[in-house]
């Protein structure tokens, strides 16, 4: 009994390192196929493949200042291939009941590709615990140095996540 544990284990391991492993045994140690295209470790490879040419906006924290009003961390990454000059997007800042509050815009000024980058932008007049929602409403701006418009990129790339109670989104 000890010997066929010892086998499916030393098979179980094999398998996992990339080699298929056979049994002399009996069919309770039978072979287990290797990893083929379609088992998680190539879902993995597909999902960081997918976020390369796509900008990531995090809103990091919410933050109530001593006016009244609530300051946001938002955190960003272009993963387009090229540097932005100009990045800026326009939200929809909603209240708990749903109804649009304000139409602020996130602007983050030049953003080097492959870096992430750090914002805070002050509400001022509207509390943390008034917002119920903020979504990106449209691409305020998005340029390359050389004048040339990404605003598209800049959208249909875009990608979204919030570490706060608010929900964050497109």
Do not use: Y
Request: proline fraction near 2%.
């Amino acid at each position: 009994m000890r010997h066929r544990a010892i086998a499916l284990l030393s098979s179980v391991l094999l398998t996992f390192s990339g080699f298929s492993a056979f049994s002399q045994t009996d069919d309770s140690t039978a072979d287990i196929p290797a990893p083929t295209e379609d088992s998680d470790d190539s879902a993995d490879i597909r999902t960081q493949t997918d976020i390369v040419d796509s900008i990531l906006l995090e809103l990091n924290g919410a933050t109530s200042t001593e006016a009244g009003g609530c300051q946001l961390t938002v955190v960003t990454t272009n993963r387009l291939d090229q540097d932005l000059d100009r990045a800026a997007w326009q939200v929809a800042i909603f209240d708990a009941a749903g109804v649009v509050q304000s139409l602020p815009i996130l602007d983050f000024g030049a953003m080097v590709s492959g870096k992430t980058k750090v914002a805070m932008f002050e509400l001022p007049d509207r509390g943390c615990t008034d917002i119920g929602q903020i979504i990106v409403n449209d691409v305020a701006a998005c340029t390359t140095g050389d004048g040339k418009d990404l605003r598209n990129a800049c959208l249909t790339g875009l990608a979204t996540q919030s570490r706060t109670d608010i929900d964050f989104g497109l």
